[in-house]
Structure formats: structure tokens, C-alpha cells
């Protein structure tokens, strides 16, 4: 394995410090919560290695709504970003090949690099309003493809994949015996359409990845999963999990079992989003240097700069930055030019947004050339 530290990672708010940052725009998530404003008790919470699958009842709870899931389908994992992981280890090997979606979340591509991997990348281009040519992936298929990798909604565009070309995927992994990963991180940000179901429920030749990370404001419970009906890879997972942690933090999975049972925050989140949402939009039609395909799930767009301006991004982004104390995520997080940006809308207040939307403006007109 040849690990290298990804720009989005090194580059991150966490990483810079939030204290240097006053509108932040770079995060694909809601606002996170303090522990305090939740009414739970953790006192008499047996401090024991929990069930190396995740607590029955936070288990039970995640495949609560689904139809055709249940309990033993679900491996609670130390994160979406860990679960992601564990897929990888298990099913690929070095000399595997697998199709993966671009841009995409960095795990998604360097792990499967770092394994040695070969990867046919199937771009998702603005001028397709960020949707993959489905025949492309079809016709990537090889004798040793192992694995298709899908983002749905997608992480930087905000875009859901269109059902029915999934399901046709699907059936093609089933027809050739690979795999299809889901990576739903981002499906309860569902504040525009009703939550698709885990694609992991309509095969066992289908891998399903979520987390608490991103609409529940609790990325520092590190806490997600993998939700599977294929038994022999559930097994393989749950021991390359054991030999990595053995089991989740009792602590985490109390707190996530909390928030799943508490629908009326998730029902606030929406609210909020729809309202910054709508503070981007107007921002947006009145743009003078940006363009988009509007997102349709997700708390982020994926902006580029209108190919009539010259604007030296290194510019743009340290006045952003260090005068404008505003951050997003520069194209290049993605692998793509830096004349896209990703805006994350859903962390900000209101009033947040709006200056860091200002702070854009007057960023690109100061870096013109
Ligand atoms: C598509 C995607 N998958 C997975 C992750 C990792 O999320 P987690 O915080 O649960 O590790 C992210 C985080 O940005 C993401 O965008």
C-alpha cells in the first residue's frame, strides 16, 4: 500500500484551523451539534467492546424505514471514509480493475490506487449536467473488473444519478458477477424529493455506504456503515473490521442511535438548507462569473467560472482566504481545474452565507486578468 495525504484533506477547515476561517463554504455538511444541546443520558453506559457488527438496536434503527433490509444486512463502521475503506481492502487486489465515477470523494479513487488497482474513470462533465454516460460504464467492463463505483447524490455536484440507469448497472454487475458500491453519504440531504431507498436492498451484488457525518452534524462520532445482502463479503468485512478496531465506540454508536431516533432535528436541517438553498440560487442567477447545474440533494453546488473570464485562481483563492477569511473547495480537492469550486451551503447561517457568497464576488472581480 502507498498512502499519500490528499489535498482535501491537508487543506481542509479542520486542517487550516476554524479559527482562520469566518464563512465557511467549504464544508459538505450541515452545522455540526454540541453534545450538551442533546437531552441524553450516558451515565450508566457500560464503557465494554460493543457487538463487532454495531449495536443491535442502532442497526435496527438505520434499516428502520427500508423495505426488504434488516438488522443483519447493516456492519456499523468508524465512518462512511472507513467503510469505504474496508470495500476496498476486502474485494480489490492489486491488479484488480474497477470503474469509479470522477470527480468524485478522494477514498473513493486513492484507496483502490493505493492497492495497486487499475481504474477506468468515467468522467461526469458539466455540459452532461454532471450525469455519467451509462454506456461508457457498461462498455469499461473487463474480464477483471472487480467493482463500479457510484456517488449518489454526488459529492462535489450535488447531483442524483438517475435511478433507472443504476438499476440497469446493477443488473449488469449481477450478469457479470462484480460488485456495484453505492456510496449514499449524502441521502438524507434529501430536502428538494423523498429519500431513495439503499440500492444495496434491490441485490446482493450491491454495497450501500452512509454515514451520521453530513446531514446530522455529527462527523466527530465518526460513525457509519455498510449495508449488504451478500453474507460470504458481510463476513469478510466484519473480519477485516475486527482487525482494524474490533468494535465502534460505545459512546459513538449511544450518540447515533440518539440522532437516528430524533427525526424532528433532521426535519429542522431541511428547513435550513431549503432556506440557504434558496440564498444561493438568487446568488446564482444574478452571477456575473459563475455558472452551474443546480443540485438536487446535497448541501453543495460545483460552480465554474465562465470561460469569457481570465481570473488567476491562485489569486482568487488566497484573497478569498486570507483577506476575505472565506473558504471552498478549489477544484483541484477533485481533481478538476480550479476554475470550479465547490460552495457548501448547508454548514453557514444565513447570514454567513450571503457575506461568503459577497466575498466570491468581489474575490473573482480583484483577480481578473
Ligand atoms: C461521498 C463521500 N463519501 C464518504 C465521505 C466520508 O464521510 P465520513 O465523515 O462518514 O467518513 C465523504 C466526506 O466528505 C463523502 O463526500
Known sequence: MHYKRMPI?????????????????????VR????????????????????????????????????GLDKTHVLVCPSAAT??????????????????????????IETPKAIGCSITYIDVVFEQQFQPDWQQILDAIQPNTKLISLTTPHNPTGIILEDAEVQKIIRAAEEKGIFVLTDETYRYLDFQQPRCPYYAAFSDHVISVASLSKAHGAPGIRTGWIICKNELLMEQMLAAKEQIIIANSVVDEAIALH????????????????????????????????EWVAPSAGVVGFPRIKAAYNVDTDKFYRLLYEVYGTMTGAGHWFEQSDRYMRIGF?????EELKQGLENITIALRQSLS
Open 9 to 29: 484533506e491537508v487543506e481542509s477547515p479542520e486542517e487550516m484551523g476554524y479559527s482562520s476561517i469566518r464563512y465557511n463554504l467549504a464544508e459538505s455538511s
Open 32 to 67: 455540526d451539534i454540541r453534545f450538551g444541546d442533546l437531552s441524553i443520558d450516558l451515565n450508566n453506559l457500560v464503557l465494554c467492546y460493543g457487538e463487532h457488527r454495531g449495536d443491535s438496536a442502532l442497526r435496527e434503527a438505520i434499516v428502520r424505514e427500508e423495505t
Open 83 to 108: 467503510a469505504l475503506f474496508i470495500i476496498s481492502t476486502t474485494l480489490l487486489n492489486a491488479g484488480d480493475h474497477l470503474i469509479v465515477l470522477r470527480p468524485n470523494y478522494a477514498t473513493n
Open 259 to 290: 440522532l437516528l431516533n430524533d427525526t424532528s432535528r433532521l426535519t429542522e436541517t431541511h428547513e435550513h438548507i431549503r432556506n440557504n438553498f434558496a440564498i444561493l440560487q438568487s446568488w446564482m442567477a444574478a452571477q456575473e462569473y459563475l
Open 346 to 350: 448547508g454548514y453557514p447561517t444565513q
